[in-house]
């Protein structure tokens, strides 16, 4: 199976994988409850959905939540986490790895995982599997999604909306325009930022696109010299006021589905990059220069 059948296989399959991470989460993960200072880590794609929970998890009271890619994560002991969670589809990640090792002992460790009896299980005080959502293509969709539905469910959210906004995202129509698209900007609000990234960097992987991502707020303040005819903006989230009228004003187009749960927006924008992909004559499931996961030669 190729030539972006994994990829398109895994993306359609997410209302079913969410469905399955709430449930776990209903059924009991150990995961950190309320009141803990946690930390949470990844690489790339888990780095966004890192972010992602973290702002969930503080703007829901539950306390402190720091997001680090792993590679540059501060967990000294002056920072007094009682816990880190660490995110990683293959569980073979070298600064995972490194990570989890580092603290071993001194922080308790959760590892939410894709691919169970790999080395992040073994040196983790607990793991949360997720092999349902894991996945064959190079480019994630399906993982980081569950996972941020299995922590969303953690958190006390109801995903059956978000849920039924997803099978409804994979069938709304793709447009053309956006398949011919020149450029993309990717903007979030709060939790949804790191969905901006997440959405950018698929566009980057499946489809050798040029795409940016911003925090809303942020993207005025020079970013936006980038809109132009011919380019998307495209917002994830609550729209502060006066945006859309700025950017519609630089000719670009803007894109908001606001009724949409913003992780099932991330589904649209998926299934954008499969489509870009495919009018480029790319794989997907094969991109340039990526592999399933980075692991480094010097790997300790």
Request: charged share 20%.
């Amino acid at each position: 199976m190729s030539g972006t059948a994994h990829m398109e296989r895994e993306l359609t399959s997410q209302p079913e994988t969410w469905r399955s991470a709430a449930e776990l989460a209903a059924a009991g993960v150990p995961l950190p409850g309320a009141g803990r200072r946690v930390a949470v880590v990844g690489c790339g794609t888990s780095w966004f959905m890192a972010q992602s929970y973290a702002a969930l998890r503080e703007k829901a009271g539950l306390g402190v939540t720091d997001a680090f890619a792993a590679s540059e994560a501060l967990l000294g002991a002056d920072r007094e986490y009682d816990a880190v969670v660490a995110i990683t589809r293959s569980g073979t990640t070298t600064e995972v790895l490194r990570l989890l090792r580092a603290v071993r002992g001194r922080v308790p460790t959760v590892t939410v995982l894709g691919a169970p009896g790999t080395p992040a299980a073994e040196i983790s005080d607990d793991t949360v599997q997720l092999p349902f959502a894991d996945e064959l293509s190079v480019v994630q969709t399906r993982f980081a999604t569950s996972a941020l539905a299995l922590l969303r469910a953690h958190l006390g959210e109801d995903l059956s909306a978000a849920v039924r906004d997803a099978e409804e995202a994979l069938t709304a129509p793709v447009r053309q325009e956006w398949v011919d698209a020149e450029q993309f900007t990717f903007l979030g609000t709060g939790w949804t930022v790191g969905l901006a990234h997440e959405a950018a960097l698929k566009m980057r992987e499946a489809s050798q696109s040029w795409t940016e991502s911003y925090p809303a707020m942020e993207y005025r303040h020079g970013p936006i010299a980038i809109a132009a005819p011919g380019r998307v903006t495209w917002l994830l989230g609550a729209s502060p006021d006066g945006l859309e009228a700025e950017v519609m004003r630089t000719g670009a187009r803007f894109v908001h589905h606001g009724q949409r749960d913003p992780l099932a927006e991330l589904v649209l924008v998926q299934r954008v990059a499969l489509e870009r992909a495919r009018a480029r004559g790319l794989d997907p499931d094969a991109p340039r220069s990526l592999t399933r996961s980075v692991m480094l030669d010097d790997a300790s």
